[in-house]
């Protein structure tokens, strides 16, 4: 994500990084290779304009020019910058409380993302305590009807269909009756999309508007179209209107324009974004936390919140106590290996880490090495896990051919949980006693 952008704008950093003073004519070079960047990122020309224009008249008072660390400054000033193109805070739905039943419109082209990010919608407010009903509207795409059932399925969360349905409008009142007698509170309605934008299309999705009274016309694109994204939102919100937008695809190598010019020429927050083709993959847009990525500086509150969200916090308390009377065993171990596999690609948590996007790839990271070691200990018995001390050498030949790996391995791994141990007591001791914290090291 933003991989070229962000490899740009650090270059464009270096013309006033780490000086002790800087001049007008620093400041110009930079800003002019920011400018490159943003316009090969395929950021709309009028957006890239302002940008510069905003960031140059800032960057050039004396408050730069005089400040203890003017690269810092300007640093300053273009992350500002950007958080404010991207949308200032972050915007949430705006929905009906629980005892009236709120409305979803999802809008948007064939092949955006439409019924996937709605079901990601549905399983994100399922989570937050709601009850939500996905609504097949889109009665043309051949598949969009089954493909929704299967996600709400995967999903567990209702789906109202009707066989052979030409009318999305009856459609959506039969599903209205439905969600009445079945205690929903959200509809979430997957319309009719068409390969581009045509009158019949935009009439029927009027027709649904007024039938339907949503809280939130969500417009979903595909960022990896750039500026056409910007065009369809555009055409959609003169049409039907929207409150907001959902990009799709971000996790795929877009360069930024569509995220970048969004607000600016539509008025309209993003709202979410679609990070991969799985439920889950679905992440609130925070433009704070997007321009950090975008300028490499990373996103450690994602990354942070991802980490809670898999890692359930009564396990890592536990956890904690295990440590601190040394009873982790090689049964916890498992347990850790498997959580960090739940938390997705370690490309995505990379990038978010400060200072790694574009440094180090998924490649980089031993992950045949997990693979083995989850593999080893899943061979073993849930009593030898409890106990590794009773693991010998007959065990451990039979771990080895239960893995598909060598006694030598099997013996490796053993050797660093037992570093590991130790490793924990020195740091449950250190946390107990910060006193003896230097003599330990
Ligand atoms: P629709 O025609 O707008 O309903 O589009 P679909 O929901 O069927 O999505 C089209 C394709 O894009 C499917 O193959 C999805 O799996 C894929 N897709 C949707 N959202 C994302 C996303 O955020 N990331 C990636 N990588 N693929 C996505």
Redesign the pocket.
Same mark, same amino acid.
Do not use: I, W
């Given at each position: 994500m933003f991989d070229k952008l962000t490899q740009k704008i650090s270059d464009a950093f270096r013309f006033v990084s780490g000086k002790s003073s800087i001049t007008e004519k620093n400041i110009d070079d930079a800003v002019e290779a920011i400018k490159m960047a943003l316009l090969e990122a395929d950021v709309n020309l009028r957006v890239v304009r302002r940008f510069v224009n905003a960031t140059i008249e800032e960057a050039k008072g004396e408050k730069v020019l005089r400040s203890v660390d003017p690269g810092q400054q300007f640093i300053k000033i273009v992350h500002d910058k950007m958080v404010s193109f991207l949308g200032d805070a972050r915007q949430d739905l705006v929905l009906k409380g629980p005892d009236t039943i709120s409305a979803i419109l999802m809008l /948007?082209?064939?092949?955006? /993302?439409?019924?996937?990010?709605s079901a990601k919608m549905a399983l994100r407010l399922k989570k937050e305590g709601r009850k939500p009903l996905l609504i097949a509207c889109?009665l043309v795409?051949p598949a969009?009807v089954e493909?929704l059932s299967v996600l709400a399925h995967q999903i567990d969360v209702p789906v109202y269909k009707e066989e052979g349905a030409t009318d999305s409008v009856k459609v959506y009142k039969g599903a209205l009756d439905w969600a009445r007698k079945n205690l929903i509170d959200t509809l979430i309605i997957?319309t009719t /999309?068409r390969l581009q934008i045509d009158e019949p299309m935009m009439q029927e999705l009027s027709r649904l508007k007024e039938v339907s009274n949503p809280d939130e016309l969500l417009l979903?694109a595909d960022a990896m179209t750039g500026q056409s994204a910007v065009d369809i939102a555009k055409a959609f919100d003169e049409k039907i209107g929207l409150t907001g937008v959902v990009l799709?695809?971000?996790?795929?190598d877009t360069r930024g324009g569509a995220a970048l010019s969004l607000k600016t020429i539509t008025g309209k927050p993003l709202k979410f974004?679609?990070?991969?083709?799985k439920p889950e993959?679905?992440e609130p847009f925070h433009p704070d936390r997007i321009a950090g990525r975008i300028l490499g500086m990373g996103d450690v509150v994602s990354l942070v919140e991802k980490a809670q969200e898999v890692i359930d916090q009564k396990d890592a308390q536990e956890l904690q106590k295990k440590m601190e009377k040394e009873t982790f065993t090689l049964e916890d171990w498992l347990d850790q290996l498997r959580s960090v596999k739940k938390m997705g690609s370690l490309n995505k948590m990379l990038e978010m880490i400060p200072g790694m996007a574009g440094q180090v790839s998924e490649e980089d990271i031993d992950k045949a090495e997990l693979q083995t070691q989850e593999a080893i200990l899943s061979s073993m018995t849930r009593k030898e896990r409890a106990n590794h001390l009773m693991i010998g050498p007959s065990r451990r030949a039979r771990v080895a051919r239960g893995s598909g790996t060598s006694v030598a391995e099997v013996s490796r791994l053993l050797k660093k949980f037992d570093k590991m141990k130790t490793m924990m007591k020195k740091m449950s001791k250190m946390s107990k006693n910060p006193n003896t914290a230097q003599a330990m090291m």
């Open positions: /948007g082209l064939q092949g955006s /993302g439409k019924t996937t990010s889109d795409r969009a493909q997957d /999309g979903v799709t695809k971000f996790d795929s974004v679609g990070v991969g083709e993959d679905f």
